[in-house]
């Protein structure tokens, strides 16, 4: 049996044991001990035979036992990495995940390839710990922001993330997707929910305690995308830009409801897993229509 007298080596074996059923249960162990005491991994390669007070000892167990049964590592320690930024989180969030990055990557390539005539303005709708709008503001330092969530825990703190990172270009306000926003922008960026609710993955792992009005959408998960795409065109310059993250089984249904909707340009892009995860495109101008 390890105790706070125990070395940081035998508290880590034991945890390892713990954790053994999760793919990442060495990291994670680490981490969590890590975020407890304070110090970077590292620190258990030089010092593993130094012993923790029993206080970080009792709070280490607590949150080993919840990781165990699956809650996210990210709620634990408070943080989750997104586009090098280090993003404060908590339950009222999604964790934000590796793919929404290529929503990032290809909205900056945007920016930066297209002419504007004054400062771009850019719309994020969903913008939860505001992961989105704090790469963007991040990188382009010279454009506005505009950060939109229904959830008042969310919006606090996407605030407070704007706030420690020092990005003073975004603006946030609460509200249910363009109502009361007062466009025109230069791109509308967006990651909304789009899970079936009778998708069986919400009932499995960490997605269970991640807020389920963050991943859920009606009509089989394309109620929001649906929405945002009929509404998104009155809110964008003549030649602005919607990006969407969406499932990746559904490319060719947001691909259709851009087209249906006066888009053009239309192009879907893959995440590293190889689906197509993230969809453009550009409101056409008149004579395109024509
Ligand atoms: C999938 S999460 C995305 C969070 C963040 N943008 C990211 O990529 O990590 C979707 C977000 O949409 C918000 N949301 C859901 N319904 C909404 C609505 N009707 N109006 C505005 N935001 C909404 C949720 O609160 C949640 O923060």
Redesign the pocket.
């Known amino acids: 049996m390890t105790t706070s007298r125990s070395s940081i080596r035998l508290i880590l074996q034991m945890a390892y044991k713990k954790l053994a059923h999760l793919d990442s249960a060495r990291l994670d162990a680490e981490l969590l001990l890590a975020h407890i005491l304070s110090v970077p991994r590292s620190h258990f390669y030089t010092w593993p035979d130094e012993t923790v007070d029993a206080k970080q000892y009792s709070r280490f167990l607590v949150l080993l036992e919840k990781r165990s049964m699956h809650y996210p590592l990210a709620y634990l320690t408070g943080k989750r990495e997104?586009w090098s930024l280090e993003l404060t989180v908590n339950e009222s969030?999604?964790?934000?995940?590796p793919e929404?990055e290529l929503?990032v990557e290809k909205a900056l390539q945007l920016l930066s390839t297209n002419c504007f005539c004054e400062k771009p303005r850019v719309l994020?709708?969903?913008?939860?710990?505001?992961?989105?709008v704090c790469a963007l503001a991040k990188e382009r330092p010279d454009i506005f922001l505009l950060g939109?969530?229904?959830?008042e825990a969310?919006l606090a703190l996407a605030k407070q993330n704007a706030h420690s990172l020092a990005l003073p270009n975004i603006e946030f306000i609460c509200?249910?997707?363009f109502q009361g926003v007062r466009g025109p922008f230069d791109m509308i960026v967006?990651?909304?929910?789009?899970i079936d609710s009778e998708d069986k993955h919400l009932g499995e792992g960490g997605l269970r305690y991640e807020?389920i009005?963050?991943?859920v959408a009606d009509n089989a998960g394309m109620g929001?995308l649906c929405h945002i795409c009929q509404n998104a065109s009155h809110y964008l310059k003549v030649e602005g830009w919607l990006l969407l993250?969406h499932g990746w089984q559904q490319g060719a249904r947001v691909r259709s409801l851009m087209r249906e909707n006066g888009f053009g340009s239309i192009a879907s892009y893959c995440d590293l897993a190889g689906h197509e995860r993230v969809t453009l495109g550009q409101v056409l101008s008149v004579s395109d229509n024509e």
């Open positions: 997104f969030v999604l964790i934000p995940r929404t929503l994020d709708l969903g913008t939860g710990s505001g992961a989105i939109v969530d229904k959830s969310a509200t249910s997707w967006s990651n909304p929910p789009y807020p009005a963050a991943l929001d993250e």
